[in-house]
């Protein structure tokens, strides 16, 4: 027993202390504690030399973290700046080509010189690309527009996406209104259905009454006639289509009378031709008799 224990022992330790590069038999050949103080040893160091570049790493990422931070709010207040010269130029730009009114003071508003000097640039590059300007100007500006349009194009697409949501949101509950109105005029006329029964006299409900107004104007054609004109005048298609079937109307009425009459003229016409064509033959052949008796 003793001997496989010895056995094992030393197939651990053949396994685990096994002769690697750089040792020697010798070295192999030590007491197993020696050789577990050795890799102890080398673990700690090990361990000691990870510790210490772990806390490197720690304080490489807290000062990049702290970078990071401070690069971020730098490029939040440079947007804001941005944003707020570019409101600057605008405000400016629009006082100075306003025209000043008839006796006002032409020193009122007065502006630093670096604003002016802005002022101008941006005036001439916004006017005449090709001007004197430097090109590192040229293209600071340029990139200004171009940031300035890009947010602008953003901002309007949103407002188009908010705008066409709420349009159908509108009709949708114009839709229900609508419906809604239509079925409460329809519980109206059979609420009125009912109370054309004998009944007892009861006091008048709200609700009823507040609907009896539309179901009376619902009844009354002009009232329909004038809704539907509104709708008609309403839409540019409707009044184009309402005015050329007017005309046709008018040019169909209009050719009507105008066979009418002319049928009529020309019966008269054909009357007085044959009458006189009458009147002729008897006055040429039957001179001699009395045919009028």
């Known amino acids: 027993m003793r001997e496989m224990k010895k056995k094992e022992l030393s197939i651990l330790k053949s396994m685990e202390f096994g002769p690697r590069d750089g040792s020697t038999l010798q070295d192999w050949c030590k007491p197993l504690e ?10 700690q160091s090990e361990n000691a030399s990870l510790r210490i ?3 490197e790493l720690n304080g490489h990422y807290a000062s990049l973290q702290t970078e990071f931070s401070a690069a971020v709010k730098i490029s939040s207040d440079q947007k804001d700046l ?3 010269l570019e409101q600057d130029l605008s ?3 629009s006082i100075q080509s306003r025209p000043d009114a008839e006796g006002a003071d032409s020193s009122a508003l007065v502006f630093p010189e670096p604003v002016k000097d802005a002022t101008s640039l941006f005036s001439v590059a916004s006017g005449s690309p090709q001007g004197d300007l430097p090109q590192g100007q040229m293209d600071s500006l340029l990139t200004i527009i171009s ?3 890009e947010r602008f194009r953003s901002r309007n697409l949103e407002l188009e996406a908010a705008n066409g949501s709420l349009q159908q949101t509108l009709q949708s509950l114009q839709s229900e209104l609508d419906s809604m109105r239509a079925d409460n005029i329809k519980l109206y006329e059979k609420i009125k259905f009912l109370q054309s029964f004998p009944s007892r006299a ?4 709200d609700t009823v009454m507040r609907y009896s107004s539309q179901y ?3 009844l009354d054609p002009f009232t329909s006639f004038s809704k539907r004109g509104r709708v ?17 109307l008018h040019c169909l009425i209009f050719l009507v009378l105008y066979k009418a009459a002319w049928s009529e003229s020309v019966g008269r016409d054909c009357a007085a031709f044959c009458a006189k064509k009458y009147s002729d033959h008897l006055h040429q052949f039957h001179e001699d008799r009395d045919v009028w008796q």
Not at 34 to 43: M, P, T
Not at 232 to 248: D, E, Q
């Open 34 to 43: 020696v050789l577990l103080l050795e890799k102890n040893h080398s673990l």
């Open 53 to 55: 570049a772990n806390t």
């Open 82 to 84: 941005i944003v707020k």
């Open 91 to 93: 405000t400016i730009q």
């Open 147 to 149: 940031s300035q349009r």
């Open 202 to 205: 009861g006091d008048s409900d």
């Open 216 to 218: 009376e104007e619902r």
């Open 232 to 248: 008609i005048l309403s839409n540019k298609m409707a009044r184009t289509v309402a005015f050329f079937y007017t005309l046709l």
